[in-house]
């Protein structure tokens, strides 16, 4: 790869790596699913920063707006148990996990979903990707031309 590339790849992680802790400075990303699913590709012709859902990240909708209310898979209990476990939270007894999971799983989420803003905020986001990838963008803009002048300078005179 040239310094080009390298610069273009360097800038783009940057941006993916802005994107991942603020999902996690947010606490939208329970599982790191979501934020492992922002991506960086670079080839000889194409420079990428995208979203892939292949290790089973929310929809970019859902980190976006929120999780709306409704149906929830048949063993949400049982997924919220898990969770608990995962995050290290302490519970009395096994018994006391279960209420626990079921009140998440059953009251609030199915109610009222999860991340979504209150009607009176509806259109508001809980998280904007768009702010990173614009600063990455003009980052690239304001320092391309003298990378791209330095890389056909290489290739003319070596």
Known sequence: MSALSDYIKKELERGRDEIKVALSGQKINASGRSADGFRVRV?????QLYYSRDEGGAP???????????????????IIEQWSRDK???FTDEKERRRFAGAVA???????GYGRPSPAQYGSRTYNWTLPVQQVGDELKKNLPGYTKNYITDLIYK
């Open 43 to 47: 080839s000889d012709t194409r420079a």
């Open 60 to 78: 970019l909708t859902t980190l976006e707006h929120g999780r709306p209310a409704g149906a929830v898979p048949r063993n949400f209990t049982e």
């Open 88 to 90: 290290g939270l302490r």
């Open 106 to 112: 059953y009251g609030k989420i199915k109610r009222f």
